[in-house]
């Protein structure tokens, strides 16, 4: 079978077989190729040099590093245990439409392959051992190439390779060799959980949680990780700006949600990190609003949240404006007071400060504001969470909410990239908050900046997105030909 296989492979490709030893037999597999250029289902040096150079296995990161990251895994589990990393399943919209992949960012992270379907498996014994989804003419037919054992082994570096349909007979003997399993348990899948060492160990409580781990390696970013989430920082940056210039005529929320995902991707991001939010007027109250269906008004604020992916690392940024050009009073002492705790905050970021702090200084600055503001009744501190329920920030790295098993308490350290992300969200009803004066209902306001924590200090990575009163203003005012400025000149106009 193997054999006529791969005949047919060679009549189809015109390229010579290339063969994988494991310790299990004999496994081949061949790749289509263009121009002598072997195709995993992924960017590799040969196929998209603009991308990779040599020695990478995602853009900008080496297969040393990837190497080092497993190494510091299997250094902080305990002796002698086994790690399961399960990728992504692939999502699908329909019975024959899939969703677009993400992958999962500790199989990511430890791997570097972007593909669904594979298991990873770790330990000091085997090293990493990496089983590979089988594959079939139909689905090469139907989804091109995907990597297999021969790609994770000369490409990913894994030190075994097999087919995914080997594991039930390979895996079960490592389970039994190992005195603790980790996994991820938010993320696991079947393929592994239903074998029957795998129930044993359960049982015997040899399974726990693998995240804890993984987050505290992910916490503090590489050299090559911040280059790249300076880079997302920068495209989610100016996307962000061309579309404040969009806002100034276009006020369709739609409008403005494709106009920042098509400058994210026109920059070179994947993907955007999240559904993007735009809230217009009251729209702006809801804190993950997502259905940007509306127009924006002439003097309502528009609230846009949003960030993109690039190579696996993420952006996110908010700012809030007035299209029209120019703030109310109203919408000026809410917008002024949210933006002096933020640049507050951002004060705080530094080595040994930790979110918890930032965040509770953050609270004494609103409630002391909102009550100036007789938004909030003195006393009446508890009634705060109505106005603000979110906290001050959060980690970033491959996820959104990254590392999110770490106590918000552990000390800041150079190398953490985190949110500082103030808001007051007050609905347009009064039956909600029955004390927020008339003139401040439907009035949703939030300033988030990345910022990361260096030797010294921080540095904000979003800094080239304007947020003081007089920016916006002046940029909502600008002529067509400042419009089509490039991001140099616009800084310019409000430096």
């Not at 990478?56 to 990251?69: K, L, M, Q």
């Not at 990493?128 to 054992?149: H, S, Y």
Request: hydrophobic share 35%; net charge neutral; with cysteine.
């Amino acid at each position: 079978m193997a054999a006529r296989l791969l005949r047919r492979t060679l009549r189809a490709t015109e390229v010579a077989p290339r063969f994988l030893f494991a310790s299990h037999g004999l496994i081949q597999r061949a790749a289509y190729t263009s121009g002598g250029i072997f195709d995993i289902g992924q960017p590799t040096p040969p196929s998209h040099p603009e991308l990779l150079a040599d020695g990478e296995i995602t853009p900008g990161i080496t297969n040393e590093e990837y190497i080092s990251r497993r190494k510091k895994l299997l250094e902080v589990l305990p002796e002698k245990s086994l790690a399961i990393i399960a990728s992504a399943d692939q999502q699908m919209m329909t019975d024959v439409v899939p969703y677009p992949f993400r992958q999962n960012g500790d199989y990511l992270y430890l791997t570097g392959c972007t593909q669904p379907g594979g298991i990873a498996v770790l330990s000091e014994e085997t090293g990493l051992c990496m089983f590979m989804p089988d594959k079939n003419k139909e689905d090469v037919v139907w989804q091109g190439q995907t990597a297999g054992v021969e790609a994770a082994v000369e490409f990913f570096k894994a030190d075994k390779a097999f087919p995914l349909s080997q594991m039930q007979k390979i895996l079960p003997e490592m389970i039994e060799r190992s005195k603790g399993i980790y996994h991820n348990v938010k993320t696991s899948s079947s393929s592994y959980k239903n074998l029957d060492a795998f129930r044993r160990a359960s049982l015997n409580n040899k399974v726990k949680d693998l995240t804890c781990y993984t987050d505290e390696l992910r916490w503090i970013k590489s050299k090559s990780e911040i280059k790249l989430m300076r880079e997302s920082a920068s495209i989610v940056s100016q996307s962000l700006l061309q579309t404040m210039l969009l806002s100034r005529t276009h006020r369709e929320e739609s409008q403005l949600a494709a106009k920042i995902e098509y400058e994210c991707k026109m920059r070179g991001a994947q993907r955007m990190a999240f559904h993007p939010v735009v809230g217009g007027g009251a729209n702006g109250s809801v804190i993950h609003y997502s259905r940007n269906d509306s127009k924006i008004k002439t003097g309502d604020l528009l609230l846009m949240d949003v960030g993109c992916e690039y190579h696996g690392y993420l952006s996110d940024l908010t700012r809030t404006w007035p299209p029209c050009g120019r703030f109310s009073p109203a919408q000026e002492e809410l917008y002024s007071l949210i933006l002096e705790t933020n640049k507050e905050c951002i004060k705080l970021c530094k080595p040994g400060t930790s979110i918890n702090e930032i965040h509770n200084h953050s609270v004494k600055m609103l409630i002391k504001g909102f009550q100036e503001l007789g938004i909030l009744e003195k006393g009446k501190s508890i009634q705060y969470n109505y106005l603000n329920p979110t906290a001050i920030g959060h980690s970033l790295g491959m996820d959104i909410h990254d590392s999110v098993t770490l106590p918000k308490d552990k000390p800041l350290e150079p190398g953490v990239v985190i949110t500082i992300e103030p808001g007051v969200y007050i609905p347009p009803s009064p039956v909600l908050n029955e004390r927020a004066p008339g003139r401040f209902r439907g009035i949703g306001i939030r300033i988030e900046d990345e910022v990361l924590v260096t030797e010294d200090g921080h540095e904000v990575l979003t800094a080239s997105v304007p947020k003081e009163i007089p920016h916006l203003t002046t940029l909502m005012s600008m002529g067509g030909e400042s419009a089509a400025a490039d991001g140099h000149e616009l800084r310019a106009a409000w430096s």
